[in-house]
């Protein structure tokens, strides 16, 4: 586990599955004007559980690409090549990406226990970025483990791509 801070330069998790945490307010997307995707690679897991703090994350989809570079989490996934990223949290932290909050989408799939602990996950997919995210159910609304039952639609997130995801209704 490594702690962020934004003053690093350059943080590299290594082989294997590495757990980023962080704390406050934290837009990943641009630190300071500079792209985030170049300073942070082999990141698996981003963690602002357990820290009794309210955070709120923001991630650009696309540097996730970056930031998961060996991939070591595929083995727990669908086994479909798509790069996978886990965000653990607790009820009163926030996350959005590409700006949109997490709970005005809608996951494809969810009560998924990942790491056989008991934790469960919804899945949020971008298929043309080839991108699964793991989202920790503690930070989703009490009403998101109910998947809407409307096939699958794009979603157009702002200037960069289309997510595959359902709009929340």
Avoid: K
Avoid at 10 to 15: D, F, H, I, Q, T
Avoid at 136 to 145: F, I, K, N
């Amino acid at each position: 586990q490594i702690v962020f801070d934004i003053a690093d330069t350059a943080v590299n998790g290594g082989l294997g599955i590495d757990t980023l945490l962080v704390s406050g307010s934290i837009d990943l997307s641009n630190i300071d004007g500079v792209d985030t995707a170049a300073n942070l690679q082999n990141f698996e897991v981003i963690s602002m559980a357990g820290n009794e703090t309210a955070d709120v994350l923001n991630l650009d989809v696309a540097d996730i690409i970056d930031w998961v570079e060996d991939n070591s989490l595929e083995v727990l996934g669908a086994g479909n090549g798509h790069r996978m990223l886990v965000i653990r949290g607790d009820a009163e932290d926030q996350l959005s990406l590409d700006g949109i909050d997490i709970n005005a989408l809608s996951a494809i799939e969810s009560d998924i226990d990942l790491f056989g602990d008991g934790a469960l996950f919804s899945l949020f997919r971008d298929e043309l970025l080839g991108i699964d995210i793991y989202v920790d159910q503690a930070l989703l609304s009490e009403d998101e483990s109910a998947l809407s039952s409307d096939s699958l639609t794009p979603l157009g997130l702002p200037g960069r791509h289309r997510m595959r995801v359902c709009p929340r209704t």
